[in-house]
């Protein structure tokens, strides 16, 4: 691992359901708060992420943007059930759909509880400025925008956001 490059879109329609090859329930939680990240007290975030019968500790760099650094591990899954129940402060729940399109794998994240309607595609590259065909059912680019981090959905959940930022638009 070492360096993440990934941008994140909203979803203009729902044409990709018919194009998804597998999905997995994931559960994840973060072993550092939002604010300590966002505050710049912590260099990075430190996520607990099961799904299925696995599970893995990731650390991501704190910066904002479509390339940081990532380092992943795998981890027994009672450790990472332990650390959900008792050191996170809340979870993020979804269903990852992954979805084939021109020699690239979108994974589209569909999440549940207070974070019920957000959809996100994904998109892992492997430059900044590496090209990739646009599907038609892919929307506005929200890779800039916190609010769209996991991490962040935990203390801001989608039930909260104003219709603007629903949509992306502030």
């Known amino acids: 691992m070492g360096m993440e490059i990934e941008r994140k879109f909203l979803l203009a329609s729902?044409?990709?359901?018919?194009?998804?090859?597998?999905?997995?329930?994931?559960?994840?939680g973060y072993l550092v708060?939002?604010?300590?990240?966002t505050s710049g007290a912590a260099k990075s975030s430190v996520r607990v992420r099961i799904?299925?019968?696995?599970?893995?500790?990731?650390?991501?760099?704190?910066?904002?943007g479509v390339a940081r650094q990532e380092y992943e591990y795998e981890v027994p899954l009672a450790d990472a059930e332990a650390m959900l129940s008792?050191?996170?402060?809340g979870v993020v729940e979804k269903i990852r759909h992954y979805v084939a399109?021109?020699?690239?794998e979108f994974e589209i994240d569909e999440f549940f509880g207070a974070n019920d309607g957000?959809?996100?595609?994904?998109?892992?590259?492997d430059a900044v400025d590496e090209?990739?065909?646009?599907?038609?059912?892919?929307?506005?680019?929200?890779?800039?925008?916190?609010?769209?981090?996991?991490?962040?959905?935990?203390?801001?959940?989608?039930?909260?956001?104003?219709?603007?930022?629903?949509?992306?638009?502030?």
């Open 14 to 28: 729902d044409a990709w359901r018919a194009q998804v090859s597998r999905s997995e329930r994931l559960v994840q």
């Open 33 to 37: 708060s939002a604010a300590a990240v």
């Open 51 to 64: 799904g299925g019968e696995r599970a893995w500790l990731n650390i991501k760099s704190s910066t904002l």
């Open 86 to 89: 008792r050191l996170c402060d």
């Open 101 to 104: 399109h021109a020699g690239h």
């Open 118 to 125: 957000l959809v996100v595609a994904e998109l892992e590259l």
């Open 131 to 170: 090209a990739f065909e646009r599907p038609d059912w892919l929307g506005a680019e929200v890779s800039d925008k916190a609010r769209y981090y996991n991490l962040n959905l935990i203390g801001y959940p989608y039930a909260a956001w104003t219709a603007a930022q629903r949509e992306g638009l502030d």
